[in-house]
């Protein structure tokens, strides 16, 4: 029994020193590569000092004498708070995410690589300016300055992955704007699904599922191009999809507005500016202020990997991005010859094909030989399914040729709406609507796309065996549509449609609703003079125009149903009495979220099938215009379910969504309505991509929350789920600014996570708390205010 004794005794004593020793290397993995912001640090190439004052969110307000010591300090700042997330970035345009994730990576990796993105980067850079190419090799060189300092004190993402980071160059920052342009999460979705819903239900039941039906130019299917059934789009998906789960989504959705100094109180021009994106630990953008005396002076947002502000504000202007939706892909069905597949019919002569020789090395060690295939348009993507009786190939303007970057970089030092326009004329494949406004008290927007000139139906297949279809260049500059001191006061963009339809050209079919835009308008389309509070209030609102829309319906159905349960008669009375605030504590919410997503499932599933409806929920533009075609007419032959043996109503549908909607609540909050609120089934989870691995998520805190919101998809300020997974909040806001041209220093902003994305950092997520309770801080940009309220400073000079 003693020698027992003494075993669990040794044994007690080896788990105690194993928990400590564990303990003590997990903390230093964790925290090896915290920065110091209060260490001077030598750089080789500095022609002078650079002081850093970084403020209580660690937001770097950077002040150098020219540009190049700028941006080589740019580039050590970012890799210091975000290098894993630009590696990350980086292998998501080059196509090296299955050498750290493995092959359930590869066809993302084939995707990404057929898009060429670095082909691309490099025609860009041989036109852009010496300056511009100083600046960025400036960058690059301080990213590699850092990555050398603390190779061996690298985030701990890269010890879990067990790979180091590869030097970065220029054409890695170029690539980062490319990405941008990479919007297959957009309108060309809902034309694959569309495409599958003909051949299941028919053409003539396609008419609710297609936004505006009754109007819209052109046709949705016409006779010259092709309708195709085929596993590829499904592919396409698959593959683009993988990119959204990394938390690397960029310009799904946005608001911005501006409003001219005779609606506010200043008299001066007020911007908004929120960027809808994928909610992600750490968060996509990167807070930063750059100066140079006398030549620059920007604030706002990077994408960490490239130094220039995307959205933002400099001495002079301000500007703020949303996106188009412009539909910018086309399909073609491709002829091979049947001796030769190196070979396709084009004009009636065979064509060769470029082929390009790729390696993709998997993680574990082996590799991957594919031939990629291009036609004169693009890549031929069919053989991501190795789809063998068809050839698909795929045109996409981030192909053709345009220069985001060199656009970026010279709205960074713009001073009128002429430096405006002559900027923005090269942002074509990153289709924004990009509000304005200057220190002369102008305002404008205006619609910054490569909108293609094209014959045929976009929506369709076209055929690939003819010039016929290819397109004709692109709308010029000054045929897109914009507004420069429009009467009203104010210009909004919420991806509500371009401009109406007697504008000649083909934008898109598939922009979202117009509620936030509408909601938007009401709020500015006032008498009261106008603060930088007011504004706030709008960008934060929880108050619904799609509820004001649906909800009269949905009352006018279920109060003349006489059997209703009690609960029924006391939620039919809130409901009555509601304003359509979606609060996190209220109870109306809920019923309504959750009633909106049964109306969906019991209209459409029956005729759908389960397979084909998952694929339709994904969509959520598709599904938004489908459901509001239905609920206008107050009818549709799909609201028939048809697996009864009656024919079933839009009242049916209604009152079944309606029941269901309270049993659902009754089992998830429990049988008194009065305790129900929607924040107790609507939660915010900020993800690391890492802590899909659950015990990496619990040993280094990877992720934030879940938190119990308000808002939805409809709501200004969004919160929004996807349908196929309700009600888990995946994107929203992804950073809000608003700047005040009265006062710079009166501007106000905040991001939904921090600066700096190392999980163990103070400032990892320390905007987040501000950022739920629709609260901001001070976006600082005079010098006094900057020293007067920093936190931390650093001093960088050349090395000896």
């Not at 053409?203 to 046709?219: E, H, M, N, V, W």
């Not at 055929?463 to 420069?484: I, N």
Request: some cysteine; hydrophobic content about 40%; glycine content about 6%.
């Amino acid at each position: 029994m003693r020698k027992f004794k003494f075993f669990l005794g040794y044994v007690l004593i080896f788990i105690i020193i194993l928990v400590i020793t564990s303990s003590f290397v997990i903390y230093y993995l964790s925290h090896r590569a915290l920065p110091d912001y209060n260490r001077s640090t030598f750089l080789n190439g500095l022609s002078g000092t650079v002081e850093v004052y970084r403020d209580s969110f660690a937001i770097p307000h950077i002040y150098a004498k020219n540009e190049d010591d700028l941006y080589r300090v740019v580039g050590y700042l970012t890799a210091q708070d975000r290098l894993w997330q630009m590696d990350l970035l980086r292998r998501v345009t080059t196509g090296r995410l299955s050498e750290i994730f493995g092959s359930d990576l590869l066809k993302t990796d084939i995707l990404m690589r057929s898009l060429r993105i670095p082909e691309k980067s490099k025609k860009v850079l041989a036109q852009c300016p010496f300056s511009m190419i100083r600046a960025l090799e400036a960058y690059s060189d301080g990213v590699n300055q850092y990555i050398k300092q603390y190779y061996h004190k690298l985030p701990i993402e890269f010890t879990l992955l067990r790979y180091k980071p590869e030097p970065w160059t220029v054409e890695h920052s170029v690539n980062l704007i490319g990405y941008m342009a990479w919007d297959l999460n957009g309108c060309w979705n809902s034309e694959i699904v569309l495409h599958k819903l003909a051949a299941k239900l028919g053409r003539a039941k396609l008419a609710d599922f297609i936004p505006g039906y009754d109007s819209i130019q052109p046709t949705i299917f016409s006779s010259t191009c092709q309708f195709i059934e085929a596993d590829w789009r499904s592919e396409l998906i698959k593959a683009s999809s993988k990119i959204e789960e990394l938390g690397l989504q960029v310009f799904h959705g946005s608001n911005n507005w501006v409003v001219s100094g005779t609606k506010t109180v200043s008299g001066k021009p007020i911007l908004a500016n929120d960027m809808h994106l994928g909610f992600s630990a750490p968060g996509i953008w990167y807070q930063i202020h750059q100066i140079v005396q006398g030549k620059i002076n920007v604030s706002g947002v990077i994408l960490p990997g490239q130094p220039f502000v995307i959205s933002g504000h400099n001495d002079s202007i301000a500007w703020g991005l949303t996106n188009v939706m412009n539909d910018d892909i086309d399909f073609y069905k491709e002829t091979l010859r049947p001796d030769d597949s190196t070979k396709y019919r084009f004009n009636g002569k065979w064509k060769d094909l470029t082929i390009k020789h790729e390696t993709f090395s998997i993680k574990g060690g082996h590799k991957v030989y594919i031939d990629l295939k291009f036609t004169h348009r693009g890549p031929i993507i069919s053989m991501l399914k190795n789809i063998k009786n068809e050839t698909i190939s795929m045109h996409w303007m981030g192909n053709e040729m345009s220069n985001e970057i060199q656009s970026i970089y010279m709205l960074n030092k713009a001073s009128n709406w002429s430096d405006f326009c002559s900027a923005i004329k090269t942002f074509k494949s990153v289709s924004q609507n990009v509000a304005y406004a200057d220190h002369q008290g102008n305002i404008g927007m205006y619609c910054c796309a490569g909108v293609p000139i094209r014959k045929g139906n976009p929506i369709e297949v076209m055929p690939g065996d003819t010039s016929a279809y290819d397109w004709q260049g692109v709308v010029p500059f000054q045929e897109l549509p914009h507004k420069f001191n429009p009467s009203e006061g104010f210009a909004v963009s919420a991806n509500n449609r371009t401009i109406d339809f007697s504008y000649p050209h083909y934008i898109s079919s598939w922009f979202d609703l117009s509620f936030r835009y509408d909601r938007i308008s009401e709020m500015l389309n006032t008498n009261k003079k106008l603060t930088v509070s007011d504004i706030a209030a709008i960008q934060t609102d929880f108050t619904s125009k799609f509820v004001s829309y649906y909800l009269p319906g949905l009352i006018e159905v279920i109060k003349k149903r006489p059997d209703l349960t009690t609960t029924g008669k006391l939620a039919l009375k809130t409901l009555a009495n509601w304003r359509g605030q979606v609060n996190a504590q209220s109870k109306e919410a809920a019923i309504f979220e959750v009633f909106y997503n049964r109306f969906i499932e019991n209209t459409l599933k029956d005729e759908l099938g389960d397979t084909l409806f998952k694929e339709f929920l994904v969509d959520k533009i598709l599904v938004k215009n489908t459901i509001h075609n239905i609920w206008c007419k107050k009818k549709s032959v799909l609201c028939d379910d048809i697996s009864t043996s009656k024919t079933e109503t839009f009242a049916d549908m209604v009152v079944k969504s309606f029941n269901e909607s309270l049993k659902y609540l009754e089992q998830k909050l429990g049988p008194d309505l009065q305790t129900w609120e929607w924040g107790k089934i609507h939660l915010f989870t900020l993800e690391h991509p890492l802590s899909k691995v659950k015990i990496l998520d619990r040993i280094f805190h990877l992720n934030r929350g879940p938190f119990e919101v308000g808002g939805s998809f409809h709501t200004v300020a969004p919160y929004s789920y996807r349908f196929n997974k309700l009600f888990e909040v995946n994107s929203g806001a992804s950073q809000r600014h608003i700047y005040d041209f009265a006062d710079w220093d009166n501007s106000i902003s905040v991001i939904p996570t921090g600066n700096c994305g190392i999980p163990s950092s103070p400032h990892y997520c320390d905007q987040t708390t501000l950022y739920l309770a629709g609260q901001y801080h001070k976006d600082l940009f005079s010098i006094n205010a900057v020293k007067n309220n920093y936190r931390y400073k650093a001093v960088f000079s050349s090395a000896k």
